[in-house]
């Protein structure tokens, strides 16, 4: 990619980030101010981890510039928001949501996995993907919150949908490579073990209802939620660049990846028994450092197998997370429905726990291969 390309990579990434965090949190907020119950907020994101499992597989295999789909991605993450104003059937929503997911995330991770070389991976990797949200995430999250409360959900979701057309355009200009390699996997055991982790951490992913909801009932108020969000996101973005940053230096991926898990495990722990926004405060230093040591494993991943095999991996990826996502929503629907926080937090974190053994007999599994 072109010097100019990559400039107005991180333009728009930061303008899709920021534009994706005024109301992103909010949406299962919104879906039960829509009417809709528990149930329908799960088939929502249940409609939607199964298109972004599966789609970006098919499109991978018909469409020769895969990376040009991130730009594809923005227009349909415009259109949803779109449809979140004139729409309220939970198959239609889900569908565009899944779609506007799986036509932006696969293609951008692996813009991010072609822009770094191994020796600066971790780095880059956390740039585009934690510590540009996170900084974006310092004001969206308020600002969404003081449109919401003020003006309601339809005034935060035009404002977005004028932001994303922005980036839209802008995406335009970006000069994209075209895809050579078609689908195709790893037919090793480290990529099995690499599957089975996304599997995992996809069953123990916590933001797409049950954080969102814990968060603002203890909040009360949605502006109250997107100030504590904001505050999150701060301590989180100065903690991730400078671990990464060892992380590439020192080449201790795997281990700054297990620690981050027990820490993930610990702040899921930790929500369980949280009662208050400052306990919730408090924790996100533990989620920053968290996430800060747990990007090293997406670096981990990336130094594992050849370029030629990138974009398989990465929507591979995909295919893992979506089954875990799909499983986690049954403990969801069954312990939110009681309001039983402690209960899915604590689900949450011995889930987490699982993947140290996983990261491990990945390390082995390569070591052996290299020998």
Same mark, same amino acid.
């Given at each position: 990619?072109?010097?100019?390309?990559?400039?107005?990579?991180?333009?728009?990434?930061?303008?899709?980030?920021?534009?994706?965090?005024?109301?992103?949190?909010?949406?299962?907020?919104?879906?039960?101010?829509?009417?809709?119950?528990?149930? /329908?907020?799960?088939?929502?994101?249940?409609?939607?981890?199964?298109?972004?499992?599966?789609?970006?597989?098919?499109?991978? !295999?018909?469409?020769?510039?895969?990376?040009?789909?991130?730009?594809?991605?923005?227009?349909?993450?415009?259109?949803?928001?779109?449809?979140?104003?004139?729409? !309220?059937?939970?198959?239609?929503?889900?569908?565009?949501?899944?779609?506007?997911?799986?036509?932006? *995330?696969?293609?951008?991770?692996?813009?991010?996995?072609?822009?770094?070389? &191994?020796?600066?991976?971790?780095?880059?990797?956390?740039?585009?993907?934690?510590?540009?949200?996170?900084?974006?995430?310092?004001?969206?999250?308020?600002?969404?919150?003081?449109?919401?409360?003020?003006?309601?959900?339809?005034?935060?979701?035009?404002?977005?949908?004028?932001?994303?057309?922005?980036?839209?355009?802008?995406?335009?200009?970006?000069?994209?490579?075209?895809?050579?390699?078609?689908? &195709?996997?790893?037919?090793? !055991?480290?990529?099995?073990?690499?599957?089975?982790?996304?599997?995992?951490?996809?069953?123990? /992913?916590?933001? *797409?209802?049950?954080?969102?909801?814990?968060?603002?009932?203890?909040?009360?108020?949605?502006?109250?939620?997107?100030?504590?969000?904001?505050?999150?996101?701060?301590?989180?973005?100065?903690?991730?660049?400078?671990?990464? *940053?060892?992380?590439?230096?020192?080449?201790?991926?795997?281990?700054?990846?297990?620690?981050?898990?027990?820490? &993930?495990?610990?702040?899921?722990?930790?929500?369980?028994?949280?009662?208050?926004?400052?306990?919730?405060?408090?924790? &996100?230093?533990?989620?920053?450092?968290?996430?800060?040591?747990?990007?090293? *494993?997406?670096?981990?991943?990336?130094?594992?197998?050849?370029?030629?095999?990138?974009?398989?991996?990465?929507?591979?990826?995909?295919?893992?997370?979506?089954?875990?996502?799909?499983?986690?929503?049954?403990?969801?629907?069954?312990?939110?429905?009681?309001?039983?926080?402690?209960?899915?937090?604590?689900?949450?974190?011995?889930?987490?726990?699982?993947?140290?053994?996983?990261?491990?007999?990945?390390?082995?599994?390569?070591?052996?291969?290299?020998?």
């Amino acid at each position: 990619m072109q010097t100019n390309s990559t400039k107005t990579l991180v333009i728009v990434v930061i303008l899709f980030f920021f534009t994706s965090n005024l109301s992103g949190s909010f949406l299962p907020i919104y879906f039960r101010d829509l009417g809709l119950n528990l149930a /329908e907020i799960c088939g929502i994101m249940l409609f939607a981890f199964i298109i972004l499992g599966f789609l970006p597989v098919t499109l991978l !295999k018909t469409v020769k510039n895969f990376e040009r789909i991130v730009t594809f991605g923005i227009f349909t993450t415009m259109l949803f928001y779109v449809a979140l104003i004139f729409v !309220k059937s939970p198959i239609i929503l889900g569908l565009a949501y899944g779609v506007s997911l799986a036509t932006f *995330w696969p293609s951008f991770n692996l813009l991010m996995f072609r822009l770094s070389e &191994s020796k600066a991976r971790a780095r880059t990797i956390s740039l585009y993907s934690s510590i540009i949200p996170s900084l974006a995430g310092m004001a969206g999250p308020a600002t969404g919150g003081f449109i919401i409360e003020k003006l309601g959900f339809t005034a935060v979701f035009t404002t977005s949908i004028l932001l994303y057309l922005i980036a839209f355009v802008l995406s335009t200009r970006i000069h994209y490579r075209t895809e050579e390699n078609k689908f &195709s996997i790893p037919r090793n !055991k480290t990529f099995a073990i690499f599957f089975i982790t996304f599997i995992v951490a996809g069953l123990a /992913e916590t933001y *797409w209802i049950p954080y969102p909801f814990f968060v603002f009932n203890i909040s009360g108020t949605v502006l109250n939620m997107g100030l504590v969000l904001t505050t999150t996101s701060i301590l989180i973005a100065a903690v991730t660049f400078s671990v990464s *940053w060892i992380s590439d230096i020192r080449r201790i991926r795997v281990e700054f990846a297990v620690i981050g898990t027990l820490l &993930s495990a610990m702040w899921c722990f930790g929500l369980a028994f949280a009662s208050s926004i400052n306990h919730i405060i408090i924790l &996100s230093m533990l989620a920053g450092f968290a996430n800060a040591f747990r990007i090293s *494993w997406s670096a981990h991943y990336g130094d594992s197998f050849g370029k030629e095999y990138y974009a398989s991996i990465l929507v591979m990826m995909e295919t893992g997370f979506m089954i875990g996502r799909s499983v986690s929503l049954a403990p969801t629907y069954l312990l939110v429905s009681e309001a039983n926080y402690a209960g899915i937090f604590a689900f949450f974190g011995v889930v987490t726990l699982l993947l140290v053994p996983l990261y491990v007999a990945a390390k082995r599994s390569q070591d052996t291969s290299r020998q």
